[in-house]
Nanobody
């Protein structure tokens, strides 16, 4: 079992920056990848980006590419989402999730952290 806890959300003005953290715990924590997702009010959850845990390669959705950066600290079992040039359309609950080896889906999820960008 893996537990994920996000933190770092809050209220920020448009153009500002915010860094989210996702701390993982659990005896079996050894993911293939960790991803970030978000869900805005009245919208479906969408993929933001992911990082391959062992190699560190990243990929992002077009909506955040060039503005958001995912990194990880293997020693702390923590993944980060650095968000810059935020705009009101980035307002959402942000979730981190893990994908285990051999699985085509994200199998463990955090509880989410709210990010609100004011105009």
């Amino acid at each position: 079992q893996v537990q994920l806890v996000e933190s770092g959300g809050g209220l920020v003005q448009a153009g500002g920056s915010l860094r989210l953290s996702c701390a993982a715990s659990g005896r079996t924590f050894s993911p293939y990848a960790m991803g970030w997702f978000r869900q805005a009010p009245g919208k479906e959850r969408e993929f933001v980006g992911r990082i391959i845990w062992s190699g560190g390669s990243t990929s992002y959705s077009d909506s955040v590419k060039g503005r958001f950066t995912i990194s990880r600290d293997n020693a702390k079992n923590t993944v980060y989402l650095q968000m810059t040039s935020l705009n009101p359309e980035d307002t959402a609950v942000y979730y981190c999730a893990t994908k285990s080896y051999g699985r085509g889906f994200y199998d463990y999820w955090g509880q989410g952290t709210q990010v609100t960008v004011s105009s």
